[in-house]
C-alpha cells in the first residue's frame, strides 16, 4: 500500500493497486496548475485510491478534466478526465516515498520548455502515449 498527502498534512490518502502510466507530463496546464516544469503522476483504479483524512477543493481545469488540490497548502493531489474514468492520476511527489513509484516515460514532449533537456533514456511522447 502506498501513502501520501499534502504538504500541511490536512489531506492523507492511500493507494491500494498497483501504479501504471507512470510518466513525467510536459503539458503546459500540468505544469501552470502546479508551477513546475513537469510533473510526475501515476495512474490507479478509483477504487484503489482513498481518502484517509480531509477533503481537497477541486476545479475543473479543462471542459474535461477535473484536478484536487489542498485548499489550505495548495499542494496538487489528483487528476481526473471524464474521458478516462476507470482511472484517476496521482501526483508521484505527493506520496511519502515518491521513490516508489518512478516514472517510465515523458508525455507531451511536443510542449517541454526548450530548457529542459530529457537525458533520462525513458521514451518519450509528443502528446499522449499511444494507447495501442
Not at 484517509?52 to 477543493?57: D, H, L, Q
Request: charged share 20%; aromatic share 10%.
Amino acid at each position: 500500500m502506498l501513502h501520501g498527502g499534502c504538504f500541511c498534512s490536512r489531506i492523507r490518502y492511500e493507494v491500494t493497486g498497483i501504479p501504471f502510466h507512470e510518466t513525467n507530463c510536459h503539458c503546459s496546464m500540468c505544469r501552470r496548475t502546479t508551477g513546475a516544469p513537469f510533473v510526475a503522476w501515476f495512474s490507479v483504479r478509483p477504487s484503489e485510491f482513498r481518502l484517509a483524512c480531509g477533503n481537497p477543493s477541486r476545479f475543473r481545469s479543462s471542459a474535461k478534466a477535473t484536478r484536487s488540490f489542498c485548499g489550505h497548502c495548495g499542494t496538487q493531489l489528483t487528476f481526473q478526465s471524464d474521458d478516462y474514468p476507470d482511472e484517476i492520476d496521482i501526483t508521484t511527489c505527493s506520496l511519502d516515498h515518491p521513490e516508489a513509484v518512478p516514472p517510465r516515460d515523458h508525455t507531451h514532449t511536443s510542449r517541454k520548455l526548450p530548457w529542459v533537456e530529457l537525458s533520462d533514456g525513458l521514451a518519450q511522447h509528443p502528446q499522449a502515449r499511444s494507447t495501442g
